[in-house]
Nanobody
Framework: QVQLVESGGGLVQAGGSLRLSCAASGRTLSGYTMGWFRQAPGKEREFIARIGWSTGFTIYADSVKGRFTISRDRATNTHYLQMNSLKPEDTAVYYC????????????WGQGTQVTVSS
């Protein structure tokens, strides 16, 4: 089992920045894929970004490419989502997730953290 705990959400003005953190515990993350998703009210959950824990390879949704950066710190078992140039449409609950393979469903999820961007 892997436990994921997010932090770093909050209220920010449009154009501002936030960094979300996701601390993992429970087992080694070698070979895992770590991701970030978000869900706005009345909308489906949306993929944001993912990173290979061992490779560092990253993939982003078009909606955040160039503004958001996913990274990981293997020493602390934490991965991050740096969000710059935030827009009101980025307002959502953000979730971190982990899966044991490069493809397929995510096996573990954090509790979510609210990000609100005011105009």
């Amino acid at each position: 089992q892997v436990q994921l705990v997010e932090s770093g959400g909050g209220l920010v003005q449009a154009g501002g920045s936030l960094r979300l953190s996701c601390a993992a515990s429970g087992r080694t993350l070698s070979g895992y894929t770590m991701g970030w998703f978000r869900q706005a009210p009345g909308k489906e959950r949306e993929f944001i970004a993912r990173i290979g824990w061992s490779t560092g390879f990253t993939i982003y949704a078009d909606s955040v490419k160039g503004r958001f950066t996913i990274s990981r710190d293997r020493a602390t078992n934490t991965h991050y989502l740096q969000m710059n140039s935030l827009k009101p449409e980025d307002t959502a609950v953000y979730y971190c997730a982990a899966r044991t393979t490069n493809y397929g469903d995510y096996d573990y999820w954090g509790q979510g953290t609210q990000v609100t961007v005011s105009s």
